[in-house]
Structure formats: structure tokens, C-alpha cells
């Protein structure tokens, strides 16, 4: 059930845009995207939900395609700060309550 | 507002001996959650608590207790320590559970290393 992420690993440099990919094989209710930068813990970028609703800051943007049971993080302009392991967890439809973390892609931004 | 707290932040434990990792936080939140995270896996929940007075097993329960002694804090008890619960172990903490749509909010981690 754990959903799979993609690609595992980026690099990048500054000012270049980056999309990281969240799958599952099961029906889903919401998405969430966290990022974690090395020895700290994870920080809170986007939740959407099943219907359209989106929270979150505002430099990020998503996507969710709920026939696809797929999402998609999209990084533009990418800068230094952005570096860091990106997660996504997702809620199972029925089986809510507790969310179900991706394996993470580590993302590196050069200058 | 220190938000989620935890301690301790480091412990070294031998097999067989026991601990208590404590998790508080002072948002008011309702719903309070234990990961565990271990180098390329991910985070993996234990178990999790939507409201006080009520706790559910995760993903990895095996090994592991919890207590919610009230809304604010939220504790993680291991009986046995076996060297595979070497890891980091994160508290969060979120308004609601997950189903509503809320966004966790984590603590700074424990690093539990058992030898």
C-alpha cells in the first residue's frame, strides 16, 4: 500500500524546474507532500484532496488525478533552499485516519 | 509556542532494556501520531491517537505501546528493545485526523540506537 515515488533522486541546478511523481494502486482520498532537509523533520508543503481542494503554500503547486490515483509536485525556479528528501503520504479511501509515506525523492540543488 | 516537542533527542539503549519516548505539543491539536524513520524507507507510522482517549495501530505496531495521558501529550513505550527498532522516531501532531485533511505537524525526532 505504500505509494511509489518518482525518480528517486534529482539534481538540479539553480533556476531549473523539477516534477516529482506519487502512484498508488489504491483508491485515495488525499495527498500530502512534506519535505525534510538532512537531521530535521519533515515540514508540511501541500495537502489535496479528493474533489479538487487544495491547501498549501503558495510558491508550490500540485496535482492530483483521481482516476489515476496519481500525484505530482511541481518545483519551478528551482532555488538552493529547495534541497532536501520530498514525501508524499497518501489516505486511502476507507481507510482513513493515518497516512502512508512514500519512500522520498532526494532532491538536489546545485548552483 | 514551542509546538511539538519531544524527549530525548538521543538514547542509546542495550537489547532487552526499556524506555519511554515523550511527545507534547501546544497547538491544541486533536490528533497525535508516532513514525519511525529509517535511512531510505521513509517515515512508517506506529500508531496514532484521532482523539484523546483513543489510540490505533499503524503500520508497524510490533514491539511498541503508546499512551495519550491527555490532549497535549502523547507517549511511545518500548518493552524489549531488539537492535531493529534502531531508528528515528518522529512525533506529530495535526487539528483532526488525516481524513479531514489537515496537515501533520512533526517534532524534532529521537534517535534511538539499540546495541
Known amino acids: 500500500q505504500q505509494p511509489v515515488q518518482s525518480p528517486q533522486a534529482v539534481i538540479l541546478r539553480e533556476g531549473e524546474d523539477a516534477v516529482i511523481n506519487c502512484s498508488s494502486s489504491?483508491?485515495?482520498?488525499?495527498v500530502h507532500w512534506y519535505r525534510q532537509k538532512h537531521g530535521e523533520a519533515p515540514v508540511f508543503l501541500m495537502i489535496l484532496l479528493k474533489g479538487g481542494e487544495q491547501k498549501g503554500h503558495e510558491k508550490i503547486s500540485a496535482s492530483f488525478n483521481e482516476k489515476k490515483q496519481q500525484s505530482s509536485l511541481y518545483l519551478t525556479a528551482s532555488q538552493l533552499s529547495y534541497s532536501g528528501t520530498y514525501f508524499c503520504?497518501?489516505?486511502?479511501?476507507?481507510?482513513?485516519?493515518?497516512?502512508?509515506f512514500g519512500s522520498g525523492t532526494q532532491l538536489t540543488v546545485l548552483p | 509556542n514551542a509546538g511539538v516537542t519531544q524527549t530525548p533527542k538521543f538514547q542509546v539503549l542495550k537489547t532487552g532494556q526499556s524506555m519511554t519516548l515523550q511527545c507534547a505539543q501546544d497547538?491544541?491539536?486533536?490528533?497525535m501520531y508516532w513514525y519511525r524513520q529509517d535511512p531510505g524507507m521513509g517515515l512508517r507510522l506506529i500508531y496514532y491517537s484521532a482523539s484523546e482517549g483513543t489510540t490505533d495501530k499503524g503500520e508497524v505496531p510490533n514491539g511498541y505501546n503508546v499512551s495519550r495521558l491527555n490532549k497535549r501529550e502523547f507517549s511511545l513505550r518500548l518493552e524489549s528493545a531488539a537492535p531493529s527498532q534502531t531508528s528515528v522516531y518522529f512525533c506529530?501532531?495535526?487539528?483532526?485526523?488525516?481524513?479531514?485533511?489537515?496537515?501533520?505537524?512533526f517534532g524534532p525526532g529521537t534517535r534511538l540506537t539499540v546495541t
Open positions: 489504491k483508491a485515495l482520498y488525499s
Open positions: 503520504g497518501t489516505e486511502i479511501w476507507g481507510s482513513a485516519r493515518q497516512l502512508t
Open positions: 506529530a501532531s495535526s487539528e483532526a485526523p488525516a481524513e479531514k485533511g489537515h496537515e501533520q505537524y
Open positions: 497547538m491544541n491539536h486533536n490528533s
